[in-house]
């Protein structure tokens, strides 16, 4: 935290001049947002909202400096939606991501951040076409549907549509299940297991513990390397029921 005092009385103060250490930055503070804290996340706003004018004025330099500056700027500007509701950062969002389309047309990745900006705005069907565009443009095997689905699962998590997420993880995960059945092996296994856990843990919330319990017998047979853990899961929910049981 006080690193990010620091890096914000410089912006402030105007003593920090070089845009390549401000896209450094901007990458760093995007990939460690979600693991802070409410008051880290407060300050990591705080600078992205200092940093998006200049980023803005500059724009045409910033795309030159970074290959994925259209991605980076839909960050901040997600980020300060997500943290504060500004409705002006998520019209921000939609411009750039209609921009980057304009540029590259064939490029899923924008399209699916297209459709996250559609959903958050609360136009579902229109988010869902676009997240479609994205993977009609891929090569369309397993993994990308896996990548279709985790996307619009992470869009409606992000819009705190529960259900919608964890149906649409569950559909992606489906998919990473046959890859792993015919190979028995991943790159992906751990990150597949944590939105595993997740999305069993979301079902429960939801209160629909049957898919619960059945993705985790299904996590035992696919993974079973990690069959302690999801047995423990298992046994958690088990007793949850129990406990309901004779209230």
Known sequence: LEALERYKKGLMQKT??????????????????EEETPEVRKAIVEILAGLRPQMGKDFQKFIRIHA???????????KIYLFSGDPLSLEEMERIMQEA???????????HLAGR????????????ALHAKAYELTPQRREDRF??????????????EKERAALNFKTGLDARYELRKESMESPYDFKDVLLLGKVAASFCELGRVQECVALLKQGKEIYPEYASEFQRHLDSVQEQLEGAKYR
Not at 16 to 33: I, K, W
Not at 68 to 78: I, K, P
């Open 147 to 160: 990548e279709h689905y985790f996307q619009v699962g992470l869009s409606y998590a992000k819009a705190g």
């Open 101 to 111: 389309i304009a540029v590259n047309p064939e490029t899923p990745r924008f399209y």
């Open 16 to 33: 920090v001049h070089d845009p390549s250490f401000h896209v450094a930055v901007v990458e760093r503070l995007l990939t460690r947002y």
């Open 68 to 78: 994925s500056g259209y991605e980076l700027l839909f960050g901040v500007n997600e």
């Open 117 to 128: 900006a559609a959903i958050l705005k609360g136009t579902y069907e229109v988010g869902e």
